[in-house]
T-cell receptor
């Protein structure tokens, strides 16, 4: 059974204090690992897709990396507006379609 | 444009009411999804439509009835709901690739959600 575990569950940072979020996974045949950002009361916003070990993607202060067992979301010099829940998902095949399995998320709060 | 539009944004309904949630996308995606999300939990898959046909129903109670009138629209009809059904309902869409020969999956794009409160 595919599993996704995110850590830590919650993270508090000071503005400018860089850190990393972890997503470890077990899946039979990775078809993609996805990172989303979710603000309270809103739908998840797509950030990155990673398909193979060694791949990296960047967007502003965020950088996602992928190994065969885990992915990291690095946040460099975060700002208060980066506060959100970050969801990781791996894609599995179900009923002929590709369906993501989500982790429980990491709630990030960045203090000014 | 990666926009999935959901209406209404907020809905309050009684347990004997009948209401519908609506979703629309114009990205040419042929897979559409309904998810349910409770506070501090990840999205939970309810239904998947592929080429306007229901392909996955995750054992959802019959008081939730999905409908896909065409490739751009997805509805969720609600009837005789319970207070525990109160949640954020998310619609999503993606390109559709099927078959074991495909090496990569497809990014799923979510709407802003419809907040449902059952009283």
């Amino acid at each position: 059974e595919d599993q996704v575990t995110q850590s830590p569950e919650a993270l508090r940072l000071q503005e400018g204090e860089s850190s990393s979020l972890n997503c470890s996974y077990t899946v039979s045949g990775l078809r993609g690992l996805f990172w989303y950002r979710q603000d309270p009361g809103k739908g998840p916003e797509f950030l990155f897709t990673l398909y193979s070990a060694g791949e990296e993607k960047e967007k502003e202060r965020l950088k996602a990396t992928l190994t065969k067992k885990e992915s990291f979301l690095h946040i460099t010099a975060p700002k208060p507006e980066d506060s959100a829940t970050y969801l990781c998902a791996v894609q599995a095949v179900m009923g002929g379609s590709y369906i993501p399995t989500f982790g429980r998320g990491t709630s990030l709060i960045v203090h000014p | 444009d990666t926009e999935v539009t959901q209406t209404p944004k907020h809905l309050v309904m009684g347990m004997t009411n009948k209401k519908s949630l609506k979703c629309e996308q114009h990205m040419g995606h042929r897979a559409m999804y309904w998810y349910k999300q409770k506070a501090k939990k990840p999205p939970e898959l309810m239904f998947v439509y592929s080429y306007e046909k229901l392909s996955i129903n995750e054992s959802v109670p019959s008081r939730f009835s999905p409908e896909c009138p065409n490739s751009s629209l997805l509805n969720l009809h609600l009837h005789a709901l319970q207070p525990e059904d109160s949640a954020l309902y998310l619609c999503a869409s993606s390109q559709l690739r099927r078959g074991s020969g495909e090496k990569t999956g497809n990014t799923i794009y979510f709407g802003e959600g419809s907040w449902l409160t059952v009283v």
